[in-house]
């Protein structure tokens, strides 16, 4: 027969059957041994790097701060230079992961963008998130809180890469370490020269039209945005009673 049954391979004359190779989408594609819990675990907080770029499409949509559009320029560049690197590098991953994977593992890739996002965001804290109360020990040890956590969801993300065997360990520790380098270079870059522009950019018109904006001089953005929705919505309220009242 010339057409052939599901299952029978692929039709003679199907070129595109025969010469195309399949590969999976390496974003997503995470194994972990069966009932294994702490593998489960680790699949799905390997993840993260994921939802923290969605996380930061989000933001900039919807706050359209041009700080936080930075951060993310940095981020995508820091991911930009671990392609690169990897392609000259060119070491292999694990054994394990070479039936998975077509990309080389040197540096790792999720360990290099979590590494620079806690590093970035460390240094954030400290030098530029300044509350009215920040003498208060309570806030210190907020901040605290906040660097540590970041540090070790980078940490457990590094490590879960070697434990399902995706990479090893120095792959992600290159990784780790180039990633927070980047950040230290970023943050300096974003904090001495792209700030002073920013009141420059958001008088563009097209940035009007984009409605971005800088809070770099608002202490409190979320305490700011809570008044002046509180502060408007009460002013239209009177109005609406005055007018009512008429």
């Not at 675990?41 to 996380?55: C, D, M, Q, R």
């Not at 559009?69 to 694990?94: D, Q, W, Y």
């Not at 457990?156 to 434990?163: G, I």
Request: hydrophobic share 45%.
């Amino acid at each position: 027969m010339a057409g052939g049954r599901p299952g029978d391979g692929p039709v003679p004359g199907d070129f595109d059957n025969e010469i195309r190779s399949w590969v999976p989408l390496s974003l997503t594609h995470v194994e972990y041994p069966a009932g294994d819990w702490l593998g489960k675990t680790l699949a799905y907080i390997s993840l993260s790097p994921l939802v923290i770029l969605v996380s930061f499409g989000t933001l900039v949509i919807f706050r359209r701060d041009l700080h936080t559009i930075t951060f993310l320029c940095g981020t995508l560049l820091s991911e930009a230079i671990n392609f690169v690197l990897k392609h000259v590098i060119k070491e292999a991953r694990p054994y394990k992961a070479r039936d998975n994977f077509t990309e080389f593992g040197m540096p790792s890739s999720h360990s290099q963008l979590m590494w620079f996002v806690a590093t970035y965001l460390a240094f954030f804290v400290i030098v530029r998130l300044h509350h009215g109360n920040s003498s208060c020990p309570w806030e210190n040890l907020w901040k605290c809180t906040v660097i540590i956590c970041w540090f070790l969801l980078a940490g457990t993300v590094s490590y879960s890469r070697v434990y399902l065997e995706y990479h090893t360990w120095a792959q992600v520790c290159w990784g780790a370490l180039i990633g927070s380098l980047l950040a230290c270079l970023w943050f300096c870059i974003t904090q001495f020269i792209l700030t002073p522009l920013y009141p420059r950019i958001v008088s563009w018109h097209l940035s009007e039209l984009l409605m971005l904006r800088d809070t770099t001089l608002i202490p409190n953005v979320m305490w700011f945005e809570y008044t002046s929705y509180r502060a408007e919505s009460r002013t239209r309220q009177r109005k609406l009673v005055s007018m009512k009242s008429q």
